[in-house]
T-cell receptor, first 112, second 110 residues
């Protein structure tokens, strides 16, 4: 099992550009999450999904969009990138609710 | 008031000693509590979960929960340099969400 995989590992975007962060899990988990982590801070929930076709906003959803067409994939779309979106982004999944999550390796995004 | 609060540290502990990490939470109705460990530049990994008042032991790790006082703690016995990491306390909030504290950075000195 690869677990949770994320691509790319690093990315530099110019202000106003768009991109999609990919997240795939091979554990057949229903629950999937996107977080951002700023330096010295905890994790902030951006969006989450409790199953294919179902998504909902977290604490900091502005500037982001998600879709969940399959159990395995949960891409995060950034439209019109802004410097405030410079962060490390983590995708996570769980089988039975939000507590015991498995995290991907993260994507380090810089917007300049 | 933040939902989950931790002292950001750094907390410095000599090798072989007990490291004690604390966390308080604001939602009195919370029922499920977790400790994640995050090495520098890596992703978080779950190390302990606790659901009932009292202590839960797993190897060198002990999680303690006191719902009346709304705090959770993590004790690491016989601390090793490999325990140096940031420890994130997390609590299940409403609607299937995990709320994280900002983390406590722990350094074990040889």
């Amino acid at each position: 099992n690869a677990g949770v995989t994320q691509t790319p590992k690093f990315r530099i975007l110019k202000i106003g550009q768009s991109m999609t962060l990919q997240c795939t899990q091979d554990m057949n988990h229903n629950y999937m999450y996107w977080y951002r982590q700023d330096p010295g801070m905890g994790l902030k929930l951006i969006y989450y999904s409790v199953g294919a076709g179902i998504t909902d906003k977290g604490e900091v959803p502005n500037g982001y969009n998600v879709s969940r067409s399959t159990t395995e994939d949960f891409p995060l779309r950034l439209e019109l990138a802004a410097p405030s979106q410079t962060s490390v982004y983590f995708c996570a999944s769980s089988s039975s609710g939000p507590g015991e999550q498995y995290f991907g390796p993260g994507t380090r995004l810089t917007v300049t | 008031q933040k939902e989950v609060e931790q002292n950001s540290g750094p907390l410095s502990v000599p090798e072989g000693a007990i490291a004690s990490l604390n966390c308080t939470y604001s939602d009195r109705g919370s029922q499920s509590f977790f400790w994640y460990r995050q090495y520098s530049g890596k992703s978080p990994e779950l190390i302990m979960s606790i659901y009932s008042n009292g202590d839960k032991e797993d190897g060198r790790f002990t999680a303690q929960l006191n719902k009346a006082s709304q705090y959770v703690s993590l004790l690491i016995r016989d601390s090793q340099p490999s325990d140096s990491a940031t420890y994130l306390c997390a609590v299940i909030g409403g609607a299937q969400k995990l709320v994280f504290g900002q983390g406590t950075r722990l350094t074990i000195n040889p």
